[in-house]
């Protein structure tokens, strides 16, 4: 069975005593419990697993922690496991775990925790509130083009359309029944049910709207007031600009903003919208994957986006800034920058006519390297099997 890389990371956390709470976040469909369930499969002490979605009362909590104790005492174990998932789901949830965990520590029970979420921003909001110092965050984050081809056999094609849902891959042989699975059982969840979880949402149908745009806009530079334009009922700014914020929350679509050294002249930028998963734009596309193949265009866009998925996602868990850059009629792609070193990369997937944009922010910011998906540059297949960390490194094949 195909095990990612963070089960190993979850187990090397576990070996160790028990001093933090063990936290995994990321969107659904990443594959958080199918992790948890091998990593029971070999824990080697007695565990115990429930999930929020079967809570009945206020006291669920409570009992499920008095079930891992009895399970230590009954079995006199050197440690129990207690898993938690959908912990977001539980009111106050944070503060609950606060007063068990802290009652464990005093009394020395060797209980070791592990709680799951789909809702990045609430668990973080939990996080912060009640239980600093106590914790240790895990974020999973959606599939890469490596994971799907190796557990999946997807060639670069399939996964430039059907993204990195593993939940999905048997089902790309029949695309209508694909997408079907994709927005009823995965976009309709996450945003009619997680996504309400997080704030209150005057206006759902915005919401919706909103995520259909970034995902038909996914690549592309959209400013504000264009979005109002564009959407019905959509108020100011700043409930776009909310909404966005709770989008790239539940690890749908997000809005990359524009590198600047000044920066609250970054945060007041148009958004250039980003998927964080191509099967969005894919599962909403009136399009097959053959059709939009023949269209050159249209699969630029794809082609774009799935590189922005590969540079969003690692960014979320390899300590490193993703932006784009513009000044006039002059762009680049994507900019990533850890601390003082920048990269700037443009993606192209047709022949390449010019990057003149690339010269320009050069001149301006002269990055540490400068780099080239694609057509004519780096092959988009090398570049997907590789971690975007590498770049920062002083010697590697990107150099």
């Known amino acids: 069975m195909f095990k990612r890389s963070y089960y190993k990371i979850i187990e090397q956390r576990l070996g160790f005593s028990r001093q933090f709470i ?5 969107p659904r469909q990443v594959g958080k419990t199918t992790v948890i369930r091998q990593l029971l ?5 007695p565990w115990h697993y429930a999930s929020a979605d079967d809570a009945t009362s206020t006291q669920w909590l409570a009992q499920q922690w008095e079930t891992i104790r009895i399970k230590l005492k009954a079995s006199g174990a050197e440690e129990v496991l207690l898993v938690i998932d959908e912990i977001q789901k539980i009111a106050d949830w944070s503060n609950q775990v606060k007063i068990h965990w802290d009652r464990d520590t005093f009394d020395r029970i060797p209980v070791k925790v592990i709680l799951l979420g789909s809702s990045q921003l609430l668990i973080q909001n939990g996080l912060s509130e009640s239980l600093a110092g106590r914790f240790e965050v895990l974020y999973l984050p959606h599939w890469s083009f490596r994971e799907m081809k190796e557990a999946f056999n997807f060639s670069l094609d399939e996964f430039i359309w059907f993204g990195g849902y593993p939940g999905s891959s048997s089902l790309i042989g029949d695309e209508k029944r694909w997408k079907d699975y994709i927005r009823h059982s995965l976009i309709e969840t996450t945003l009619m049910r997680d996504i309400l979880l997080l704030a209150r949402i005057d206006k759902p149908i915005l919401l919706r709207n909103l995520f259909e745009l970034a995902c038909s806009w996914s690549g592309q530079i959209l400013s504000y007031n264009k979005m109002i334009g564009q959407l019905q009922d959509a108020g100011n ?12 929350g539940a690890g749908l679509v ?4 524009k590198f600047s050294q000044n920066l609250i002249r970054q945060r007041s930028s148009s958004p250039k919208l980003q998927v964080f998963n191509t099967a969005l734009m894919s599962a909403l596309s009136p399009l097959t994957r053959d059709e939009s193949r023949k269209q050159p265009d249209i699969w630029g866009r ?9 540079l969003l996602n690692h960014s979320l868990t390899d300590g490193y800034e993703l932006n784009y850059w513009r000044e006039g009629n002059h762009e680049v792609d994507f900019i990533l920058h850890r601390g003082k070193k920048v990269i700037a990369m443009e993606v192209k997937s047709g022949k390449v006519r010019s990057i003149k944009g690339i010269d320009v922010f050069t001149k301006k910011y002269n990055p540490a390297k400068v780099l080239l998906v694609g057509r004519e540059g780096i092959p988009a297949e090398e570049f997907l099997m590789l971690s975007p960390s590498v770049m920062f490194d002083k010697v590697n094949s990107f150099t």
């Open 22 to 26: 063990q936290v995994l976040m990321g």
């Open 302 to 310: 794809w082609f774009e986006s799935a590189i922005g998925t590969h």
């Open 237 to 248: 700014t700043t409930t776009l600009a909310n909404y966005l914020h709770l989008l790239k």
């Open 41 to 45: 499969e070999d824990y080697p002490f």
């Open 254 to 257: 997000t809005g990359l903003e």
